[in-house]
Nanobody, 120 residues
């Protein structure tokens, strides 16, 4: 059974930075592309970023390009999301997931998410 545990969220001021982590278990982590999604209050969950199984390729939604960086450590079964120059519109619950079809089709497994709040 796949388990995904996100951490690292919190509150930050506009322009600040934050790094999210997602620890995965119950799967051959190094075989899967991984992604980050987010869900803001009253909105549908949206794709943020994806990284290939070996970290060689990444993909971002336009609104975070140049500000967010996705990375992974296959030895630790962990995927990261470094977020710089945060904006109030980045406020959301952030989830990691396994990618079924590049770059944003998922297998449907989700963790509990981690809340990111950006104050203006």
């Amino acid at each position: 059974q796949v388990q995904l545990v996100e951490s690292g969220g919190g509150m930050v001021q506009t322009g600040g930075s934050m790094r999210l982590s997602c620890a995965a278990s119950g799967l051959r982590f190094s075989r899967y592309a991984m992604g980050w999604f987010r869900q803001a209050p009253g909105k549908e969950r949206e794709f943020v970023a994806a990284i290939a199984y070996n970290g060689g390729t990444t993909y971002y939604v336009d609104s975070v390009k140049g500000r967010f960086t996705i990375s992974r450590d296959n030895a630790k079964n962990t995927v990261y999301l470094l977020m710089n120059n945060l904006k109030p519109e980045d406020t959301a619950i952030y989830y990691c997931t396994t990618i079924k079809a590049w770059p944003r089709t998922t297998f449907g497994s989700w963790g509990q998410g981690t809340q990111v709040t950006v104050s203006s």
